[in-house]
């Protein structure tokens, strides 16, 4: 069974791919995840998480939200989509506690 991301064994140490190098659907889930993470975690609008996040270059929360479960989903080999939400909640979480902790 074919996945939504083919994500190859032939590059373990990658751990990010720019978003306009996916297809339009695979850039489409993964906003969403990053949506209903940026939903659910109540991020205000700015850039104060974008270095934190992303890797600079990102015009907003939501954009460096979005390379940060893009490089997440490469990382750790999980596919974002409704069933690895919850792991997406999680991972985020200990991003920003870890953020609150040193920053806060």
């Avoid at 996945?3 to 791919?17: A, H, R, Y």
């Avoid at 954009?63 to 409704?82: D, F, K, N, S, Y």
């Amino acid at each position: 069974m074919k996945t939504e991301f083919d994500i190859s064994d032939t590059t373990p140490g990658l751990t990010f791919v720019p978003l306009t190098n996916l297809l339009p659907r695979e850039r489409r889930v993964i906003r969403n995840v990053a949506s209903a993470l940026n939903a659910a975690f109540q991020i205000p609008e700015g850039r104060g998480l974008v270095l934190h996040l992303g890797l600079g270059g990102e015009r907003s929360n939501l954009e460096a939200l979005e390379t940060w479960v893009c490089r997440q989903m490469l990382a750790h080999r999980v596919l974002p989509g409704e069933e690895s939400l919850a792991w997406f909640v999680r991972q985020l979480e200990c991003a920003l506690n870890t953020l609150e902790v040193h920053y806060g």
